[in-house]
């Protein structure tokens, strides 16, 4: 009865690539329908599709769903990428809200002005060199497992590549003091489901460029801005 | 083993109310060890103490947790106030992500400046009855007591928070929302609400502007 899932938001990444990347990994094929317009995304209101007005919107199980980490967690849960137990849980949360968080500064950098843009990149780099990654370095150092929580392939590990490969895009060395990271890329990467989702052609999206954000036009940022404005708060 | 759950934060609500408020509703007894200086907050770095160099942090059965949104699901969890099932969860989960929405908008007025401030906080009003006290007026409609599976979660508490909260900035915000007027009501009355709304309870107080420098330097 319920078919693919359907992915509502813009063309870019945003707040639907974590879940893009979640399906991906779990082996769910799913469909896309870009935003490209506010006219679109009006309709989208009108229809009563969106319960906050705001995408993402995942159509799942019979569900519309938004809040990405409503659609995340249900995604975890229903393809056992949300460990065995509650303790399990509470780790593979823990380290998903410490990966968010360090994405959500990057998913800002094209919204800024070209100074603060170079300000908060400095800040970036310095965050996953000594508050992120040293925890995830760690924590594969201490167990010796392939994964990092309950010896298990998890949601956890699939944020944490994503997270490393977003922070490469901005330096590409920045894993050369970090060995176990390394070796982590190296071995979730060749994960079947993962490595076809890193090749070209896959729904996996570009990162947002002052090019990509010129040439989409003004419905991109403005959609980009519009669900923005929380983020930009919790770096306070 | 395990003793009474140990909430390490600055006395004030900031993001460690919500969690204050979960225990509470579970009937759960906490204890706080509250961070008066910058210090205090290093000292937790240095020992080790917060994963990524932040509070909120729980020592909660074993587990010195951190992260907000963590904290709560495993509270949640442990207390059967996270729904039956998968799809109750989502049904929570974003209920409750409206809400921290809407919270984090209103807690983000005390960092616009002076001069914004009175726009700011009718932008969030605004917000409020149009966008989210809508939806949790609409759920109430299905006649039940509880949004969700007809049993106390985590999304009543967080409603019920939120509701008090926004009646801070403008007492008449429920006068277009009869049915959340009474879920105001009867979710106030729960024994284990009813005990943390009174005087004397682990509640925080809003925040007032002459605390703000304080706390300010502990986290800056």
């Not at chain 1, 974590?18 to 769910?28: D, K, Q, Y």
């Not at chain 2, 209103?106 to 009855?129: C, G, R, Y």
Request: glycine share 6%.
């Amino acid at each position: 009865m319920a078919g693919k899932p359907k992915l509502h938001y813009t063309c870019g990444r945003g707040k639907m690539e974590s879940i893009r990347w979640l399906l991906a990994a779990a082996g769910v094929e799913f469909e896309e329908q870009f935003i490209e317009t506010n006219e679109h995304l009006e309709k989208l209101r009108n229809g009563g599709s969106l319960l906050f007005q705001q995408v993402p919107l995942v159509e799942i199980d019979g569900m519309k769903m938004v809040q990405t980490r409503a659609i995340l967690n249900y995604i975890a849960g229903k393809y056992n990428l949300y460990g065995k137990d509650l303790k399990e849980r509470a780790w593979i949360d823990m380290y998903v809200e410490g990966t968010t968080d360090l994405m959500g500064m990057i998913m800002q950098l094209p919204l800024q002005s070209a100074e603060m843009r170079e300000k908060n990149l400095a800040l970036i780099i310095e965050r996953a060199k000594t508050r992120y990654f040293p925890v995830y370095e760690k924590a594969l150092k201490d167990h010796g497992h392939d994964y990092l929580v309950g010896n298990k392939f998890s949601w956890a590990d699939i944020q944490l590549l994503e997270a490393i490969l977003m922070v490469e895009e901005c330096k590409p060395d920045i894993l050369s003091a970090f060995p176990q990271l390394q070796a982590f890329k190296g071995r979730i990467s060749n994960i079947p489901t993962i490595k076809k989702f890193l090749q070209p052609g896959s729904q996996r999206k570009p990162p947002a460029d002052d090019k990509y954000i010129a040439n989409r036009g003004k419905c991109c940022l403005t959609s980009v801005r519009f669900h923005f404005p929380q983020l930009l708060l919790k770096y306070l | 083993m395990s003793g009474k759950p140990r909430l390490h934060y600055v006395n004030a609500r900031g993001r460690m109310e919500p969690i204050r408020w979960l225990l509470a509703a579970a009937g759960v007894e906490f204890e706080e060890a509250f961070l008066e200086t910058k210090d205090d907050l290093k000292k937790l770095q240095t020992n080790g103490d917060l994963l990524f160099q932040q509070v909120p942090m729980v020592e909660i059965d074993g587990m010195k947790m951190v992260q907000t949104r963590a904290i709560l699901s495993y509270i949640a969890g442990k207390y059967n106030l996270y729904g039956k099932d998968l799809k109750e969860r989502a049904l929570i989960d974003m209920y409750v992500e409206g809400l921290a929405d809407l919270n984090e908008l209103i807690t983000s007025n005390f960092f616009q400046p002076a001069d914004k401030k009175e726009e700011h906080l009718a932008t969030v009003m605004d917000k409020a009855t149009t966008r989210y006290f809508p939806v949790y007026e609409k759920v109430r409609g299905h006649g039940q007591d509880f949004l969700v599976g007809n049993k106390l979660s985590r999304a009543d508490v967080q409603l019920l928070e939120i509701i008090l909260l926004v009646e801070e900035s403008k007492p008449d915000i429920l006068a277009k929302f009869p049915l959340l007027q009474s879920f105001k009501a009867k979710t106030s009355n729960i024994p284990n609400i009813k005990k943390f709304l009174q005087p004397g309870s682990q509640r925080k107080l809003p925040i007032q502007e002459k605390d703000i420098p304080r706390l300010m330097q502990i986290f800056h």
